[in-house]
């Protein structure tokens, strides 16, 4: 009996934190606001990026060097087409499924 109250306890335990720490979980994308290529002295390609970080309020500038022109290219026009980003690998840029139609709540 007393085994089965523990059990619960440390499942309702385990839940809590999953809540309490959710955000912290999930990745969150972000939208450019403004997007810059640029060559580098080294021949290196760099894509700059500047957007706003909604849950801090805070406006940034972050960039992301590549060696081949074609891949900055790439980013760069995905970015500029209004494509998310994630912190991470490159390959994290993409674009989301548009709805065909709206969700109902």
Known sequence: MIM???KKILLLF????GILFADNIYATGFSANWV??????NGKYRVIIK????NIGE???AY????S???AIQVFQKLALGA???WGDRGTIHFHDKADKPNPY
């Open 4 to 6: 089965k109250n523990l």
């Open 14 to 17: 385990c839940v809590f934190l």
């Open 36 to 41: 810059d290529i640029m060559i580098l002295h």
């Open 51 to 54: 957007y706003i970080n909604l």
């Open 59 to 61: 406006y940034r500038e």
């Open 64 to 67: 992301v060097d590549f060696e």
């Open 69 to 71: 022109k074609k891949e």
């Open 84 to 86: 998310d980003f994630y």
